[in-house]
């Protein structure tokens, strides 16, 4: 997977030119369409999350983009994010359509992700075995860190591409968010009540817990979300999608990875209880 601490790595923005489906899951809403790519001249189809719906909004979308430039950055398979320019002209081929209002309201860029055909979706506990143990540690560990309850049972947010486990949706991650400021773990390495809850109600739990997991390795690549890193990631994003929640979600990150071995500590504890 890129990083966006790469060198030349750069957001591809496309141009929504033909709209296909609605994707089956996801509470969202996700688009499937056709994108102009106008550098390469290719077309190709993507996922769009346009706005108009009450979970996607400029906040939301941030989320989306640092929770898979962290997957990213850590070494998970993330689906790379892209920016999709709808236009009005766009937006008035759909006059007719159920969703064309959803779009007059989503003007400008969007969040959207490349489209990958034949994915599997993880749906419940008897895709475990397909699973390898490291993967479900690693993304546990990753959603602890970012504070993502929402890869839970019934809503896994996990697919399949071959053998490559991919994680997705991550517009309300950061959750510490929706909590006023004093009511927040200040040290947030340590893993407090709400921390345990996401645990035990995560998706990936039933299959880890009681193991002795290998975790540290995995955490010490949390160093790679530095300084540099948000100052990439505040650069990649448009202007109008960033907020002072940007200050704050690194600050928190940053607690964690300061203390990441008793992170790392207090995570592999609680499994194995």
């Known amino acids: 997977?890129?990083?966006?601490?790469?060198?030349?790595?750069?957001v591809k923005t496309v141009h929504a030119t033909e709209w296909q489906d609605v994707l089956s899951t996801?509470?969202?809403?996700?688009?499937?369409?056709?994108?102009?790519?106008?550098?390469?001249g290719e077309r190709d189809s993507y996922v769009v999350k346009p706005f108009g719906h009450p979970?996607?909004?400029?906040?939301a979308v941030m989320k989306?983009?640092?929770?898979?430039w962290i997957a990213m950055e850590l070494g998970l398979n993330a689906f790379e994010?892209?920016?999709?320019?709808?236009?009005?002209?766009?937006?008035?081929?759909l006059r007719g359509n159920p969703h064309y209002q959803r779009f007059t309201e989503s003007i400008g860029l969007n969040f959207g992700t490349k489209y990958v055909p034949g994915t599997i979706p993880?749906?419940?506990?008897?895709?475990?075995?397909?699973?390898q143990a490291s993967q479900a540690e690693q993304i546990t560990a990753f959603d602890l860190f970012i504070s993502n309850a929402d890869r839970r049972e019934g809503k896994p947010n996990l697919l399949m591409v071959q053998s490559d486990l991919f994680v997705f949706d991550h517009?309300?991650?950061f959750d510490f968010m929706l909590m006023l400021s004093f009511n927040r773990n200040l040290k947030p390495w340590e893993l407090g009540e709400m921390e345990l809850t996401m645990l035990?109600?995560?998706?990936?739990?039933?299959?880890?817990r009681g193991t002795q997991v290998d975790i540290h390795d995995f955490i010490e690549r949390f160093t790679g979300i530095d300084d540099h890193f948000w100052a990439k990631a505040s650069n990649l994003l448009p202007p109008d999608w960033v907020s002072d929640d940007l200050a704050t979600i690194q600050n928190h990150l940053a607690l964690i990875v300061e203390n990441r071995t008793i992170f790392a500590q207090q995570l592999a504890q609680a499994i194995l209880i």
């Open 81 to 93: 994010p892209v920016y999709i320019e709808v236009s009005t002209d766009f937006a008035d081929t």
């Open 64 to 68: 989306e983009c640092l929770g898979a």
């Open 55 to 59: 979970r996607i909004y400029r906040q």
């Open 122 to 131: 993880i749906v419940g506990p008897k895709c475990f075995s397909k699973i």
């Open 171 to 173: 517009e309300l991650a």
């Open 26 to 40: 996801g509470t969202t809403e996700p688009m499937l369409i056709l994108a102009l790519d106008a550098e390469s």
């Open 200 to 208: 035990r109600k995560h998706f990936l739990y039933p299959k880890l």
């Open 1 to 10: 997977m890129p990083k966006i601490t790469d060198e030349n790595y750069l």
